[in-house]
């Protein structure tokens, strides 16, 4: 029996250590840009040796702090995309899912609106349904019971009290109607 040591790692994992990864590459490259940029290889002799480092010297610092503000400016643009992108994922659901609660509050039992496939809660979307669907069949049951109520209770209405049967069975109504959520 062979063991696979094959890891799973989310997706948006994956995109924060592709962003990681490029930033890292961007810095190795603008460290190397700088440096060629600044050095002077042609120098010969010690007065130009001399000169060359006192020209790194006065340059390297400028050079580094622009390449840094590059690099940081990058890294900070690049985590807010992700972050907006993430949030979406997220954010979408939720509102999908509250859209949905107020429905099923404002106008009974409804269809509820369904998340996209590529969002992210899809295990709480489908409780959600779930859930949804469970209260719609003790609804449904709700009604039939009080149906079979007032129907066993039609011969003894016209015998009896009739008020009395007929404040209870419209207390049932009004309880079956209530239940929506």
Do not use: C
Request: proline fraction near 3%.
């Amino acid at each position: 029996m062979r063991k696979s040591h094959h890891v799973h790692v989310a997706p948006d994992v994956r995109m924060v250590a592709k962003i990681g990864l490029r930033v890292a590459v961007a810095s190795f490259l603008g460290l190397l840009l700088v440096l060629i940029l600044v050095s002077d290889g042609k120098a010969s002799g010690y007065r130009q040796i001399i000169s060359a480092f006192a020209l790194s010297k006065v340059s390297l610092g400028p050079a580094m702090l622009v390449f840094g503000f590059a690099l940081v400016s990058f890294a900070g643009i690049t985590a807010w995309l992700f972050s907006i992108y993430a949030s979406f994922r997220i954010a979408g659901p939720l509102y999908r899912i509250s859209r949905n609660l107020e429905l099923l509050i404002n106008h009974g039992l409804v269809a509820p609106l369904p998340i996209r496939h590529t969002d992210s809660l899809q295990r709480e979307w489908e409780e959600f349904e779930a859930s949804v669907s469970a209260l719609r069949a003790q609804h449904e049951e709700l009604k039939q019971a009080l149906g079979e109520v007032e129907n066993a209770l039609a011969p003894i209405s016209e015998a009896e009290d009739s008020t009395a049967l007929a404040t209870g069975i419209a207390r049932l109504k009004k309880a079956e109607q209530l239940v929506n959520l």
